[in-house]
């Protein structure tokens, strides 16, 4: 059975039931058919990246943390290169002597 996905403007409104109705979770939950944990975390999205939450076909802290991945893997084959680099240099050194 696939995922259900919501898209951005239904995450936005149930978001806003929560926040600016002060409808309970629970409540909206029911209304929607949306697991109650699922809304919590569109609510800590929305209060961490307001109206830029919910990019795409993904949430922004799925988003956010590839990026992250992305990065640190980026960064560790830098300094990899960079250990290569040092080594050849001190080879060169070396062999010019």
């Not at 919501?6 to 939950?29: G, H, M, N, R």
């Not at 929607?32 to 809304?39: C, D, E, Q, T």
């Not at 084959?77 to 060169?92: A, G, I, M, P």
Request: aromatic share 12%; hydrophobic share 35%; proline share 4%.
């Amino acid at each position: 059975m696939p995922r259900k996905t919501f898209d951005k403007a239904f995450k936005l409104a149930a978001v806003k039931l929560i926040l600016e109705e002060e409808q309970p979770v629970k409540t909206v939950s029911s209304t929607l058919g949306v697991h109650p944990n699922s809304l919590y975390r569109w609510v800590q999205e929305y209060e961490k990246y307001g109206e830029s939450a919910f990019p795409g076909h993904g949430s922004a802290l799925r988003h956010a943390q590839f990026e992250i991945k992305k990065l640190e893997k980026e960064n560790k084959w830098l300094k990899e290169e960079l250990e290569l680099l040092k080594k050849y240099r001190v080879f060169l050194k070396r062999s010019l002597k």
